[in-house]
């Protein structure tokens, strides 16, 4: 994204109330991560320091520092989802996507398929405690989540099982 195009989304927001969030969120929904110089370039532009547009761009789920695939599989790990079994619905995606058993766990970041299809992360609670475990596939969220279930829910999204 270019400096012309930033200064266009930003002034898209002149409204005081949710400004940072909306464009942001225009940069993500863009360029489908936030790139740090353009985090720097904000902050130059708005005079906000670097570290408070750090501080939202890491609270809030939505936001991603690092290139993301085509579709951004996030599974809650909140404690309603973890005890109705988010833990089998993580590891059953990590083998769908052919991703290291773990490593989302671990690593605490989202993990990018290598074909670029499918970003998959863990995510603190959605709200919808109530139809746990939740998994939300792009804007989409799926309640009663299963690990039998999780095939069907990715071939809506060009998923195919891998043949070896
Ligand atoms: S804990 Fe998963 S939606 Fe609330």
Request: with cysteine; hydrophobic share 40%; charged share 25%.
């Amino acid at each position: 994204m270019d400096e012309k195009t930033l200064d266009d989304i930003i002034s898209q927001y002149d409204a005081p109330s949710g400004r940072l969030l909306g464009i942001l969120g225009e940069i993500q929904n863009r360029e489908r991560y936030i790139p740090r110089e353009l985090l720097e370039m904000l902050s130059a532009k708005l005079k906000i320091p670097l570290s408070h547009l750090y501080s939202l761009v890491t609270f809030y789920s939505f936001f991603s520092l690092q290139p993301v695939g085509d579709h951004r599989v996030t599974v809650c790990m909140g404690t309603a989802c973890h005890v109705k079994g988010a833990a089998a619905i993580l590891t059953t995606l990590e083998q769908l996507l052919c991703l290291p058993e773990g490593v989302t766990e671990e690593t605490r970041s989202p993990v990018t398929t290598e074909d670029n299809a499918f970003t998959l992360e863990i995510a603190r609670c959605f709200g919808a405690c109530s139809i746990a475990p939740v998994l939300r596939v792009d804007n989409h969220l799926y309640g009663y989540a299963t690990p039998d279930g999780l095939p069907a829910i990715l071939e809506e999204y060009g998923w195919r099982k891998h043949e070896d």
